[in-house]
């Protein structure tokens, strides 16, 4: 693969699968041995898919889920000017949501898979995570600080549905007052409205809600398995009637397709009820530029596609992506207009305020066994 961009062999054999993000599946940047497809058995399948009648037919890949038998589940993170949070908590790793864009895809490759469609197909679950919480919860060590559930992967991706394991988590958060956020961009958020309730009423719980785009079409490719913009909105509003306050996070923002949208995403956040507003610019690490770029070759007019990435390259020195350029906002004329809209457009509507930190006033460790702890906080 070249520094900007894929190579025949990182091509899936039968093209991008149905309604997922990637359209390549990488090698492992930690591996030093990689199997590659000859671009002449890539010929003779695509010659035996015509013969099929199987051209222009998307291939279904099925998602694995595979056992994390971790020993702890508070994982502590360090701080920087874009990541305003000390501690997470992440019951999956990899997400079905798909998103393209997503930086979380490089941290597969820390577990010996790709960041391509390995990461949205072969997820790995910790079931254990709600009684290794609160175990840690009723460590004496702890503290009740914040907690983000999960600053990389999404808790509401499909797979929850059928394991419950954040639910589990937000259980044993809202027992013993310990305050937590998220950011998704699921409506299955809504089915732990309860929780959630339970939490915000005493100070201690925050949903964010991601927004992108607010064009449907856009969001179906950039974000396949994702709920649509309009499923997100009526999200905000769910959740603001039922007391909780609601962030809206427009990340990424990506120059020459999305940056535009700002002024109107920011309108209907405010309108659906949500209280603060951010942005974070695209995010092209390590592989994740091969996919981006294919992802553009394959999804968007060739002369945007064309503007996308200069613009891109603009704002990060010449190059796809340098984390020492302002890794959250990126430099030149076009960041600072980004910049400038979102603070003209973020204070017309009311979004420019400071979050109100999260509160552990309420905080009681938890419970082991039916014993209950010598000194209660």
């Excluded at 702890?72 to 360090?78: K, R, Y």
């Excluded at 100070?203 to 309009?230: H, K, S």
């Excluded at 909780?244 to 309108?267: F, K, M, Q, R, S």
């Amino acid at each position: 693969m070249s520094a900007d961009g894929p190579t025949y062999q990182d091509a899936l054999v039968h093209g991008p699968a149905h309604r997922r993000g990637a359209g390549l599946n990488p090698g492992n940047r930690f591996e030093s041995v990689r199997l590659h497809v000859l671009g002449e058995e890539l010929d003779r399948r695509m010659i035996e898919r015509e013969a099929a009648g199987c051209a222009g037919t998307l291939e279904r890949v099925e998602r694995q889920v595979f056992r994390d038998r971790t020993e702890t589940i508070i994982n502590h993170v360090a701080r920087s000017s874009d990541v305003p949070f000390d501690w997470t908590v992440n019951p999956y790793r990899g997400c079905e949501h798909g998103c393209v864009y997503c930086y979380a895809r490089t941290y597969h490759e820390f577990i010996g898979l790709s960041c391509g469609l390995d990461f949205e197909t072969k997820l790995v679950a910790k079931p254990d995570a709600a009684e290794l919480l609160r175990r840690e919860l009723a460590s004496p060590r702890w503290k009740p600080e914040p907690i983000v559930m999960s600053a990389s992967t999404d808790i509401y991706q499909p797979i929850e549905h059928e394991m419950r394991i954040s639910r589990q988590c937000l259980e044993v958060m809202a027992e013993c007052g310990q305050p937590v956020s998220t950011m998704t961009k699921s409506a299955m958020v809504l089915r732990d409205i309860d929780l959630w309730q339970t939490l915000a009423s005493i100070g201690a719980g925050r949903v964010g809600i991601t927004l992108v785009t607010l064009d449907p079409d856009l969001a179906r490719t950039l974000e396949p398995r994702a709920t649509n913009p309009a499923g997100r909105l009526r999200t905000i509003r769910e959740l603001t009637k039922a007391g909780i306050p609601v962030t809206v996070n427009i990340a990424p923002v990506i120059p020459g397709l999305t940056d535009t949208e700002i002024p109107a995403i920011l309108e209907a956040a405010a309108d659906a009820g949500a209280v603060a507003a951010s942005w974070i610019l695209l995010r092209l690490p390590y592989q994740l530029k091969a996919l981006f770029l294919e992802w553009l070759q394959r999804c968007v007019h060739p002369d945007r596609a064309r503007r996308v990435e200069s613009l891109i390259r603009q704002m990060r020195g010449g190059k796809l992506y340098d984390a020492t350029v302002a890794r959250g906002r990126g430099q030149g004329p076009i960041a600072e207009q980004i910049a400038q809209a979102f603070k003209v457009f973020a204070k017309r509507y009311r979004l420019d305020r400071e979050w109100t930190p999260l509160s552990g006033a309420h905080f009681r460790r938890p419970v082991l066994d039916g014993q209950l702890p010598l000194f209660d906080s």
